[in-house]
């Protein structure tokens, strides 16, 4: 039986272009992707944790150009932060792609406005995107709660512009009431 090769001498076979060594290197680490996919919080059910482990996978390979064996840090503790990044990356874009409206969210705002909104909140002295954006968190008008990350994706805007947002509807909505 022969030895198992250690990481670094996996990496320089890589980067020689042996496959197989490439696969026995993603084999070794695939708990580090699924230990990546686990740490994601919040996924939309529409993401596919296949697509997610594949870049996460990918991501195993793409650390074999970039870590350096002899500069102390383990290719698992380097490997981890491209995979975390990679399964992060492929999650966020599953869920853009999964929204109803991704470039513009015109659409999303002329629905939502049409509305009727509950008795008991009176959205509309809201900004049209702040009002939308309230629903989305808010699942008001039967529709599923999101994330402020979430519904601001949906809007168009970072994760800063959607808790910016979030915060001026809130202290709107706090004065008028």
């Not at 482990?53 to 491209?82: D, H, N, V």
């Not at 990356?89 to 509950?118: F, I, T």
């Not at 008795?119 to 009002?131: C, F, I, K, M, Y």
Request: glycine share 10%; charged share 25%.
């Amino acid at each position: 039986m022969e030895p198992i090769p250690a990481d670094a001498e996996l990496v320089l076979l890589v980067r020689s272009g042996d496959r197989a060594a490439g696969d026995l290197l993603v084999r070794r680490h695939q708990g580090l992707v699924w230990r990546a996919i686990r740490g994601l919080r919040n996924v939309s059910p529409s993401v596919e944790y296949d697509d997610l482990a594949q870049a996460g996978r990918l991501a195993i390979l793409q650390s074999c150009k970039q870590w350096e064996p002899g500069k102390g840090t383990k290719f698992s503790s380097y490997a981890y932060q491209s995979i975390w990044w990679a399964v992060v990356g492929e999650s966020n874009k599953q869920e853009r792609q999964a929204l109803p409206c991704q470039e513009g969210s015109e659409g999303l705002l002329a629905e939502v406005a049409a509305r009727p909104e509950l008795p008991e909140v009176d959205l509309s002295g809201l900004h049209p995107r702040r009002r939308v954006l309230i629903s989305l968190v808010f699942g008001i008008n039967g529709g599923q709660e999101r994330t402020v990350e979430v519904a601001g994706r949906m809007l168009g805007l970072n994760r800063r512009e959607a808790n910016r947002e979030y915060e001026l509807a809130l202290d709107e909505l706090r004065s008028a009431g």
